[in-house]
């Protein structure tokens, strides 16, 4: 019913969404040490607000639009132990592809190794 001018309606809506991603880092950060769902929904929620930045970007306040560098940083780390966790998950249910069963249990453990150290560099930024 009312028009919203659009540097208004661009400064509103990214305060929502980087409320709503700190509030995520927050519950990320508390969880269980195994709990990659959470870490996930922060990786989302990044997105979010990392698109409405560089969309809303000219529109935006100087100290909203600081906040794209910290968040690449945290997209990254999330977008790794994403990858970690989706090729863990593929190896689990197509285990047949290897020839012997040690070869796949070994890149199993490697990739386990692997998504500790990547949820722990996560948990670092939270």
């Known amino acids: 019913h009312e028009r919203t001018p659009l540097e208004r309606f661009a400064r ?15 519950r990320a950060a508390h969880a269980k040490r195994g709990d990659y769902a959470s870490f996930h929904d922060v990786r989302k929620a990044a997105k979010k607000v990392r698109y409405l930045l560089e969309f809303f970007e000219p529109l935006l306040a100087k100290r909203q639009r600081k906040a794209l560098k910290p968040l690449k940083k945290v997209q990254k780390r999330l977008g790794e132990l994403n990858d970690v966790v989706a ?40």
């Open 12 to 26: 509103r809506r990214f305060a929502s969404a980087d409320r709503s991603l700190k509030r995520r880092m927050r």
């Open 87 to 126: 090729s863990e998950a593929l190896l689990q249910h197509n285990l047949g592809v290897f020839p012997d069963a040690q070869s796949g249990e070994t890149a199993l453990a490697m990739l386990g190794k692997a998504r500790k150290r990547k949820m722990r560099a996560a948990a670092k930024l939270m």
